[in-house]
Structure formats: C-alpha cells, structure tokens
C-alpha cells in the first residue's frame, strides 16, 4: 500500500477517534451535523441570498461536544454521587 495513503488514512482515524484509539461518537456524530449544517446553509444562502444566524448551528455543535465531556468526566464510576464530603 502507498505510505501517503496509509498515513492520510491514519490521519482521518485519528480525528475521529479519542486518544486511546477507541471510535469516538462524538467526533464523527459532529463531522456528520457540520456537513449537514454547511450543506443547508449553502441552500438557504443560494434560495435566499441572505446568510442566516449561525449561533444555532454552533451552539447544537456544542451539546454534542459537551455531552461527550461530561460522560468522559463521570468516567466508570458513573454521575457525581453529591457534594465533597458529604
């Protein structure tokens, strides 16, 4: 195999996986919503001839993103269980 397609395609899986090289839902679940999002908002743009809001768009990119740190940060154990010493 071509040493630049093995090392594009290592590239590619290494954007959509989390450092410990397990797929992560996240990345790819965001690559899919930002191709979504880029492709109709060039359609409104073209029907429209007005570029939208775009704080939506990032703020959705966003809840995927911060849900994906909040369960990182619980880890194995599972949700906070109550405050520090308690």
């Not at 965001?30 to 007005?50: P, Q, S």
């Not at 703020?59 to 369960?71: C, D, E, H, K, P």
């Not at 619980?74 to 269980?81: E, I, M, S």
């Amino acid at each position: 195999m071509n040493d630049n397609f093995k090392g594009f395609a290592g590239f590619w899986r290494g954007v959509f996986s989390e450092p410990d090289g397990t797929p992560s839902f996240s990345r790819v679940s965001t690559a899919v919503v930002v191709a979504f999002a880029c492709g109709w908002v060039t359609a409104l743009v073209h029907h429209n001839h007005v570029l939208p809001a775009l704080i939506e768009l990032g703020g959705f990119v966003g809840v995927l993103y911060g849900a994906n740190q909040i369960r990182a940060g619980w880890g194995k154990n599972g949700p906070p269980t109550g405050p520090p010493g308690a």
